[in-house]
């Protein structure tokens, strides 16, 4: 049992490059979400999914698009990057009912965009 | 709730001490609130969740409680550890969209 697996785990992108950043779960998890995080601030939510074939916005949308084929997978994908995109990624998934589990999270994806 | 700012609150604790980390959410609506500890490097790893049907709840050596009618919840960490060194978020929201704090830094000393 992996978990949330997150790749790459270090990656630098030049201004305009496009790339996917790759979640995969294998807990069968109907919600899964993506975040990113900068220095000195919380976690912002980008987009989140509810279950296969349903994606939604969250906080911080723009510049990033998602798509959920099947449960375990729910890539992020970088359009066009921008250096206001440097940052840590995360991504999350959770069973969507209360218990003693809350949101996993994966070990996150530094970009660095320049 | 979205927080702004370089500079995390910080919690300074003597080994054996008790934490209290405090946390100011925003949404009223809010029906679950979650206390994350995120060590350097790695991803946020859940510590306790709490309903806003509860206004405590107890796991090992962690406390959580919520006062909904102020907006506030707080994490207690007895007897505070040198591996309780963390940077600790909390975090509001429903079962699949979460907002979160700016966090707090704590330093556990020797």
């Known amino acids: 049992n992996a978990g949330v697996t997150q790749t790459p785990k270090f990656q630098v992108l030049k201004t305009g490059q496009s790339m996917t950043l790759q979640c995969a779960q294998d807990m069968n998890h109907e919600y899964m979400s993506w975040y990113r995080q900068d220095p000195g601030m919380g976690l912002r939510l980008i987009h989140y999914?509810?279950?296969?074939?349903?994606?939604d916005q969250g906080e911080v949308p723009n510049g990033y698009n998602v798509s959920r084929s099947t449960t375990e997978d729910f890539p992020l994908r970088l359009l066009s990057a921008a250096p206001s995109q440097t940052s840590v990624y995360f991504c999350?998934?959770?069973?969507?009912?209360?218990?003693?589990?809350?949101?996993?999270f994966g070990s996150g994806t530094r970009l660095t965009v320049v | 709730g979205e927080s702004v700012g370089l500079h995390l609150p910080t919690l300074s604790v003597q080994e054996g001490d008790n934490s209290i980390i405090n946390c100011a959410y925003s949404n009223s609506a809010s029906d679950y609130f979650i206390w994350y500890k995120q060590e350097s490097g790695k991803g946020p790893q859940f510590i306790i969740d709490i309903r806003s049907n509860m206004d405590k709840r107890q796991g090992q050596r962690v406390t959580v409680l919520l006062n909904k009618t102020v907006k506030h919840l707080s994490l207690q960490i007895a007897a505070t550890q040198p591996g309780d060194s963390a940077v600790y978020f909390c975090?509001?929201?429903?079962?699949?969209?979460?907002?979160f704090g700016a966090g707090t830094t704590v330093t556990v000393r020797a």
């Open positions: 999350a998934s959770s069973y969507g009912v209360q218990g003693d589990y809350g949101y996993t």
């Open positions: 999914s509810v279950g296969a074939g349903i994606t």
């Open positions: 975090a509001w929201g429903d079962d699949y969209k979460l907002s």
